[in-house]
């Protein structure tokens, strides 16, 4: 029961709420409790006892009367509280599990990311999670309220006669072992049923974002049988799941629905006999229902809390998933790098059983220098750059910026001091306004339309609907390649990094945008170091010095005028492009 220890955590700030929601779940339903009692009274005291019917009458109307009270100005405020403290400790606990797990997946490395479908991350933080909510509700105190009401029940059933209580709970060993029959196997065809359901999740998910293509192929039908073998799996699994639940509450369910045709043969034995009153036989039934319904709630909260529990070892699987890349204890806080960077003799692998895609590459880039790396697609260009903010670590070698191995610097301040532009523009789906503003959260709305003009963005933007108000739709549907890139390279003006990544940040533009991106990136790049991945070579020819990559090896250096002299890799590249 490790992770129900690990997810008390959570509970803990809440244990005073939780046990006052407990005590007034006992006021709650210990009020019915008094019902059997009070039938024992009418029909042995008032009905069967001595006084004429007027006094019989008026007995009864005003012990009713007291009940009534009882049951109108009691229970209303005390059924509210009970509901609302339970209700809102739970969504308290989800609150906070939710927060602890959107900061651990902003931690984990990218390489988790590559190898997870997004659908599954969304299912273990939304419906495990959500799942698990039925364990602070009904583990943490409707399981407690049941005990209770069984244990008062039985406390007052031992008062009335001590033989006809001992025979009403004869069955509760039997109960015990078939809950702990059924439910080990339980919690495991959970497990299994989440996971399906993860699964179909993200293959949703990857379909929903791919749409365009799947019409651009005509490849409905063919999509249609991909779900349905992940419908299908679930469903399978959702119906073992179902059909074991449907074994568990047959069987237990029988138990507890022999109690009451036990009490009532062996009561009205005894009742026949003279050795019981018939308001005491009237009281037994009355609490043998009050006994086995919390009974019955009882197996139906085993179920409930054996599925939370097989959400919360999914919950606590993907917290567990390791940092891969953690801050050293005395890492260096970057306040503002000159923007020197150097690899030396790096190689680099994503898994240890892959080829390396970095080969004792060594590059040296001084303070202002803007580096252009070109080459064949795939020869490990934007691999490169991708360890300069240390999104992944080096294989071998030494990467330094400033004179400072990478891993030696704090990563987050690392990271704030680089500027990247990225083929693949990723926009939220919220305002052009808010876009921008996430190079500077504090930014003020002038600093926002300055870096805009910048980028060659302001212009476009005055011209939608809402201006900066405007939102872009999911990842930016609403906008134009080039309106998004000018979008992303006013982020970074905003930001106004030393160091600049620009990853093929045109390659994907018409020539039109092309013109306002190229113009936008110079002004940026100038006097910051920057490290530009190029697809077409005649955007590059100014750089101080050009990079030609292969297969992971440098293979040449030098300037444009330098290269084309050499008539090497490079000259041969651009004369095929020119030729195109």
């Given at each position: 029961?490790?992770?129900?220890?690990?997810?008390?955590?959570?509970?803990?700030?809440?244990?005073?709420?939780?046990?006052?929601?407990?005590?007034?779940?006992?006021?709650?339903?210990?009020?019915?409790?008094?019902?059997?009692?009070?039938?024992?009274?009418?029909?042995?005291?008032?009905?069967?006892?001595?006084?004429?019917?007027?006094?019989?009458?008026?007995?009864?109307?005003?012990?009713?009367?007291?009940?009534?009270?009882?049951?109108?100005?009691?229970?209303?405020?005390?059924?509210?509280?009970?509901?609302?403290?339970?209700?809102?400790?739970?969504?308290?606990?989800?609150?906070?599990?939710?927060?602890?797990?959107?900061?651990?997946?902003?931690?984990?490395?990218?390489?988790?990311?590559?190898?997870?479908?997004?659908?599954?991350?969304?299912?273990?933080?939304?419906?495990?999670?959500?799942?698990?909510?039925?364990?602070?509700?009904?583990?943490?105190?409707?399981?407690?309220?049941?005990?209770?009401?069984?244990?008062i029940a039985v406390t007052i059933m031992l008062t009335m006669d001590v033989k006809l209580t001992l025979i009403s709970i004869v069955l509760f060993p039997l109960y015990g072992l078939s809950v702990k029959y059924f439910y080990g196997r339980l919690r495991t065809l959970t497990r299994e049923r989440s996971q399906a359901l993860a699964e179909v999740q993200g293959h949703l998910h990857e379909r929903v974002q791919g749409m365009p293509v799947i019409r651009s192929f005509a490849i409905e039908d063919h999509e249609q049988k991909q779900f349905d073998h992940e419908n299908g799996n679930f469903l399978g699994k959702a119906i073992r799941h179902t059909a074991w639940n449907a074994k568990t509450f047959a069987v237990v369910n029988t138990i507890t629905d022999l109690a009451p045709l036990i009490i009532i043969t062996v009561s009205g034995y005894y009742v026949i006999h003279g050795s019981l009153t018939v308001g005491t036989m009237v009281a037994f039934f009355g609490y043998i229902e009050r006994l086995y319904n919390p009974l019955r709630r009882l197996i139906n909260s085993s179920t409930t809390l054996t599925q939370s529990i097989a959400s919360m070892d999914r919950l606590f699987e993907f917290i567990d998933e390791p940092y891969e890349l953690k801050d050293k204890p005395n890492a260096v806080k970057v306040d503002r790098l000159k923007g020197v960077v150097e690899f030396?003799?790096?190689?680099?692998?994503?898994?240890?059983?892959?080829?390396?895609?970095?080969?004792?590459?060594?590059?040296?880039?001084?303070?202002?220098?803007?580096?252009?790396?070109?080459?064949?697609?795939?020869?490990?260009?934007?691999?490169?750059?991708?360890?300069?903010?240390?999104?992944?670590?080096?294989?071998?070698?030494?990467?330094?910026?400033?004179?400072?191995?990478?891993?030696?610097?704090?990563?987050?301040?690392?990271r704030n001091q680089i500027g990247m532009v990225l083929q693949d523009t990723f926009l939220f789906s919220e305002s052009i306004r808010e876009n921008i503003s996430i190079g500077k959260p504090e930014a003020s709305m002038e600093e926002i339309i300055e870096a805009a003009k910048a980028a060659n963005a302001h212009d476009f933007i005055m011209e939608l609907p809402d201006g900066y108000d405007t939102k872009v739709g999911e990842r930016g549907?609403?906008?134009?390649?080039?309106?998004?890139?000018?979008?992303?390279?006013?982020?970074?003006?905003?930001?106004?990094?030393?160091?600049?990544?620009?990853?093929?940040?045109?390659?994907?533009?018409?020539?039109?945008?092309?013109?306002?991106?190229?113009?936008?990136?110079?002004?940026?790049?100038?006097?910051?170091?920057?490290?530009?991945?190029?697809?077409?070579?005649?955007?590059?020819?100014?750089?101080?010095?050009?990079?030609?990559?292969?297969?992971?090896?440098?293979?040449?250096?030098?300037?444009?005028?330098?290269?084309?002299?050499?008539?090497?890799?490079?000259?041969?590249?651009?004369?095929?492009?020119?030729?195109?």
């Open positions: 029961m490790g992770v129900i220890k690990r997810y008390m955590e959570f509970v803990k700030p809440y244990k005073w709420k939780i046990i006052l929601t407990v005590l007034i779940g006992i006021i709650k339903f210990s009020i019915p409790l008094v019902i059997p009692l009070l039938l024992k009274y009418v029909v042995d005291d008032i009905i069967q006892g001595n006084g004429t019917a007027e006094e019989k009458t008026s007995t009864l109307f005003i012990v009713m009367a007291v009940m009534f009270a009882i049951f109108l100005v009691l229970r209303p405020p005390v059924e509210y509280y009970r509901q609302y403290f339970a209700q809102w400790t739970a969504s308290k606990v989800l609150y906070d599990i939710r927060d602890r797990l959107f900061s651990h997946i902003q931690k984990l490395s990218l390489r988790y990311y590559a190898n997870t479908r997004a659908g599954e991350i969304i299912s273990r933080v939304i419906n495990d999670v959500e799942q698990t909510k039925e364990f602070v509700i009904i583990g943490l105190m409707n399981v407690w309220l049941d005990v209770m009401t069984i244990f030396k003799d790096v190689s680099f692998q994503y898994e240890k059983s892959d080829e390396l895609i970095l080969q004792n590459l060594s590059l040296k880039a001084e303070q202002g220098e803007t580096i252009a790396l070109v080459g064949m697609s795939g020869g490990g260009k934007s691999t490169l750059v991708s360890l300069i903010p240390r999104f992944y670590d080096v294989t071998s070698g030494n990467l330094y910026i400033d004179g400072i191995d990478v891993r030696d610097y704090q990563a987050r301040s690392l549907v609403k906008l134009s390649g080039g309106q998004k890139q000018r979008v992303s390279i006013a982020r970074v003006f905003l930001k106004n990094p030393p160091l600049l990544i620009l990853d093929e940040a045109t390659s994907a533009l018409d020539l039109e945008s092309e013109h306002f991106i190229q113009e936008a990136m110079e002004k940026l790049a100038k006097d910051r170091t920057t490290f530009i991945v190029a697809h077409r070579l005649s955007t590059i020819t100014h750089a101080d010095k050009i990079v030609v990559i292969e297969n992971g090896r440098v293979v040449e250096t030098g300037t444009h005028g330098e290269l084309m002299s050499r008539d090497g890799h490079y000259k041969h590249l651009f004369t095929i492009q020119t030729l195109s």
